[in-house]
Nanobody, 112 residues
């Protein structure tokens, strides 16, 4: 079973961009579903984006047009490009494989 490590979080001003990475300890080529969830303080974890092994994607309505999910099987890495960030995007972002294996999370803070 692969292990996942997220990186790329940090503090950014409203309107700014960040790219999150999710590095797997093994091959992700055969993994059907990978994706991102997030959890803000005092709130439940919520779906952000998903990508299949065939590169089909789904997004939560609140990130459509701003976030882009992608995967590079050769690098065993999934990405989340986040543009036009808003304060309400502040949360810990988690990646997963097949909703079974989860990373430890990376903090994203959007604030001026």
């Amino acid at each position: 079973q692969v292990q996942l490590v997220e990186s790329g979080g940090g503090l950014v001003q409203p309107g700014g961009s960040l790219r999150l990475s999710c590095l797997a300890s093994g091959s992700i080529a055969g993994i059907y579903a990978m994706g991102w969830y997030r959890q803000a303080p005092g709130k439940q974890r919520e779906f952000v984006a998903r990508i299949s092994s065939g590169d089909s994607t789904n997004y939560a309505n609140f990130v459509k047009g701003r976030f882009t999910i992608s995967r590079d099987n050769a690098k065993n890495t999934m990405y989340l490009q986040m543009n036009s960030l808003k304060p309400e995007d502040t949360a810990v972002y988690y990646c997963h494989t097949n909703y079974v294996v989860w990373g430890q999370g990376t903090q994203v803070t959007v604030s001026s």
